[in-house]
């Protein structure tokens, strides 16, 4: 074999990190070392890998070409070594999830497969959905926990769990003792919102479709602490995913508001490059948060979403053939 495991190590991490001397410093391995690396596995094959431009290596065609069946069998020849050590460690892997998920279930999830599997090390990278996107289709996050509707010619996006957004108010806002509230008064009064980009927006302008234009948006922001302060304080109405907010309704510091007639149910999803090798530690971290959720009434998949979810076990039982 022209190559070694450790050549490839070099190759990946310089695709991640677009720069020879941060890809050493993460392998821990000196600047000198991870250049003979890498320039040897481009001699032993007399071609590139990467454009430099400067001290910024960009991947080349062949570059991207090889990259997906680099990862897979790395991931392979780790899941070997544990093997042949008699170990059943998951090992790491990188998550990404947008922030209602990432804030109010990931981290409780990911908390309980790494109590569940010692040694095992996830990285959790919280974003909107635009962003946790991006670094998938990059394999700079081996999977994604989104929020938002998603098709791309490149990614397995698989339903995990129901959801519905809620709109909500503070106590002593006009709308609190209203039993529902019409289309005219969705048109009567402020708005404070996610930003463009995110899964819960996305989710809100279509349930708004025929009045969004119209709406009165003061204030986008990129947090759902940050929305539910600026509702506590008065300064309009927002509507997030009902997960962010049942403690605050169970204390009574908002307020939830029914508008019959919108449509605010939507799916949580997971997204995986169609390249990704899938690894046994990713198979049991989707098992988890299918788990995790549902027992949870707000979470029960629907007969629709339980027979796509049969699309989704497919995939992952391809990943092994």
């Known amino acids: 074999m022209k190559f070694t495991l450790r050549q490839l190590e070099v ?17 821990a391995m000196s600047q000198s070392a991870a250049s003979s690396a890498l320039k040897e596995l481009e001699q032993q094959f007399s071609t590139q890998l990467f454009d430099r431009i400067g001290k910024r290596l960009q991947l080349n065609d062949l570059g991207h070409q090889i990259r997906p069946e680099a990862e897979a069998l790395l991931e392979k020849a780790q899941q070997l070594e544990q093997k ?51 670094k998938v289709l990059n394999f700079d996050l081996d999977i994604g926990l989104i929020e938002g509707e ?25 709308f609190e003792s209203r039993t529902q509230l019409t289309d005219q008064d969705l048109l009567n009064t402020d708005w404070i919102l996610r930003e463009a980009g995110s899964g819960t927006r996305q989710a809100f302008d279509r349930a708004m479709h025929g009045i969004l234009p119209s709406l009165n948006v003061v204030m986008e922001l990129q947090h759902t602490e940050a929305i539910k302060r600026a509702v506590e304080a008065g300064l309009g109405i927002g509507c997030l995913s009902r997960i962010t907010l049942q403690e605050a309704f169970k204390r009574g510091s908002l307020t939830p508001l029914l508008i019959p007639g919108r449509d605010l149910s939507r799916q949580f999803y997971f997204i995986m490059h169609r390249q990704k090798y899938v690894s046994q530690g990713i198979k049991e971290l989707i098992q988890l948060c299918r788990h995790w959720t549902a027992g949870s009434p707000e979470h029960q998949r629907s007969a629709g979403s339980r027979t796509r979810s049969l699309d989704s076990e497919k995939i992952l039982a391809d990943s092994d053939a």
């Open 84 to 134: 042949l050590s008699s170990k059943t460690l998951v090992g790491q892997i990188k998550v990404g999830a947008t922030l209602s998920i990432g804030n109010y279930l990931a981290v409780n999830i990911v908390a309980r497969m790494m109590r569940d599997k010692p040694g095992t090390h996830i990285d959790l990278e919280v974003a909107n959905t635009a962003s946790i996107t991006e």
């Open 150 to 174: 998603l098709h791309h010619r490149d990614l397995n996006v698989m339903p995990w769990c129901d959801d519905e957004l809620v709109v909500f108010c503070a106590p002593g806002h006009k």
């Open 11 to 27: 190759f990946l991490e310089a695709a991640r990190q677009q720069n020879l001397t941060r890809a050493a410093k993460s392998l």
